[in-house]
């Protein structure tokens, strides 16, 4: 990555041809047009608060620093503004009067009132320009690296950044936008904000299987989405296909997976809907967004439900009363142990040597409760967990 720092821009430079979008509430270009201030990627401008934008203005008559802006050159004298979109967009709006700043006796001055002077100060002030070029990994880990000072992206917004193209664009249409009737539907398995990516990440993790970097790279400059849109409903479809009900546990679990490794099953919704009701209302489920893939699998893996297990004081009334019994009739106190043939037949392990079983599975019905609680030694416990 070549990085070359500039010295000689003015401000004068960057707002020839200055475009301000006031429906949109965007710097456009800049330089000449050669310099877009407002990628796809980026937040809209936000400084127009009366406050930091002519805290801007305030910096540069005052001849103080406005710190460093990043350039991101995206061909030959063509540039896009990784950092510095709001005080690059704070000048220029100043400069073509979209507001005002108080002068020493209080007076609100637009900068066409202005003495000369004070227009040449403003126009000539040079600008600490860092322009960038080079490969993408080198770009976005740049990126990375410089917005760790400026407004927190996430991952999928700098992927957007780096990637940016027709793509992206068409992409944000369907999966960034708010406004499309669906987002409500979809919001019911997504989490996160569609405004801050959250669902285009999903779409494009679902559709590339996880190699999300290599399948921007690789369709950067389609201007056809389908595969994506396509992939994207069929995951929907199937989820909305096999669960009727909508159950707050769906959001944001990892359905791209689930669909790859269930899709081919058939189910029949009328069960799984009566199924899920009935383990989400089961006290001893601990994982609740577990029940959903568990019963994918036909209700076989209960370690997705993370079953409740015996506390510690149960733990110790149980031990103590198998030990007790144990004791008066000289045998081991783990009840396996007991009915077995070698030296463990009498032997007494202690507390720690021990773990609690639920005597009735939870899978056949048996509860966490101390009913249904005996001590086995590990041995016993983990053959017993394994079967
Ligand atoms: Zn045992």
């Excluded at 073509?96 to 009132?113: I, L, M, R, W």
């Excluded at 409500?184 to 990440?201: F, H, N, T």
Aim: include cysteine; aromatic fraction near 10%.
């Amino acid at each position: 990555m070549i990085t070359t720092l500039k010295t000689d821009i003015t401000i004068r430079d960057i707002v020839d041809g200055f475009v301000y979008n006031e429906l949109e509430g965007k710097g456009l270009f800049g330089l000449s047009g050669k310099l877009t201030i407002q990628p796809e990627y980026q937040r809209n401008y936000i400084y127009a608060d009366g406050k930091r934008d002519v805290a801007v203005i305030d910096s540069i008559l005052k001849g103080y620093p406005i710190g460093v802006l990043y350039f991101n050159k995206v061909a030959d004298d063509k540039f896009e503004v990784l950092d510095g979109q709001q005080r690059i967009t704070s000048f220029g709006r100043f400069v073509t009067g979209k507001f005002a700043v108080k002068d020493s006796n209080g007076n609100e001055q637009y900068y066409s009132g202005m003495a000369d002077v004070q227009h040449k100060k403003i126009m000539d002030t040079p600008l600490l320009v860092y322009i960038c070029e080079g490969e993408e990994p080198e770009i976005r880990d740049w990126f990375k690296t410089i917005n760790i000072a400026g407004v927190e992206l996430t991952k999928q917004e700098i992927l957007n950044a780096v990637y940016s193209g027709p793509f992206v664009t068409l992409s944000k249409e369907e999966f960034s936008n708010s406004q499309n009737s669906n987002v409500q539907k979809w919001g019911a398995y997504i989490a996160g904000d569609v405004k801050r990516q959250a669902y285009l990440e999903r779409a494009l993790d679902w559709v590339s299987h996880g190699t999300v970097d290599n399948y921007m790279s690789k369709h950067r400059h389609e201007h056809d989405i389908n595969d994506l849109k396509t992939y994207f409903n069929t995951i929907i479809d199937w989820i909305s296909g096999v669960f009727t009900d909508v159950e707050s546990e769906m959001k944001g679990l990892e359905w791209g997976r689930l669909y790859e490794t269930y899709h081919s099953q058939s189910y029949n919704s009328v069960k799984v809907s009566e199924e899920i009701h009935k383990l989400l209302g089961d006290y001893n489920i601990k994982d609740r967004r577990g029940v959903f893939e568990y019963i994918l699998g036909d209700s076989k893996d209960t370690k997705l439900l993370n079953i409740r297990v015996f506390d510690e004081p149960t733990k110790k009334i149980v031990y103590a009363k198998q030990t007790e019994v144990a004791g008066t009739k000289g045998e081991s106190n783990c009840p396996l142990c007991s009915i077995g043939h070698d030296s463990n037949k009498s032997k007494f392990w202690g507390l720690s040597e021990m773990d609690a079983d639920h005597v009735t599975a939870w899978s056949k019905g048996g509860e966490t409760s101390i009913e249904n609680c005996q001590m086995l030694c590990k041995t016993h416990n983990r053959a017993k967990g394994n079967r």
